[in-house]
Nanobody
């Protein structure tokens, strides 16, 4: 059974950093696009960042551009999100996702696999 498991969440003061990890198992995710979504309390789930299977194309939401960095290790079936300069507006549950579509470009992109989520809190 395909499974995505996030880790690395936590609470940091404004301006701090966290690194999220996503471990994929149960099938190979080498040929799938992968990404991160997040959902803040009372808000809809939103796209954060994505990376294609060949690592040639990377997208970021405008709200995290220049602060967050997505990467993946295809051989290890892992993906990462380095988050710098965190602020209270980044507080949310962060989800690791994977999709058969060539590119995850927005919140409307079809997603085939979801992780269970990890809480990130940026405190002022």
């Amino acid at each position: 059974q395909a499974q995505l498991v996030e880790s690395g969440g936590g609470s940091v003061q404004a301006g701090g950093s966290l690194r999220l990890s996503c471990a994929a198992s149960g099938r190979t995710f080498r040929t799938l696009s992968m990404g991160w979504f997040r959902q803040a309390p009372g808000k809809e789930r939103e796209f954060v960042a994505s990376i294609t299977w060949d690592i040639n194309t990377i997208y970021y939401a405008d709200s995290v551009k220049d602060r967050f960095t997505i990467s993946r290790d295809r051989d290890q079936n892992r993906m990462y999100l380095q988050m710098n300069s965190l602020n209270p507006e980044d507080t949310a549950i962060y989800y690791c996702v994977a999709a058969h579509t060539p590119l995850i470009a927005s919140s409307r992109s079809p997603i085939n696999y979801w992780g269970q989520g990890t809480q990130v809190t940026g405190s002022s």
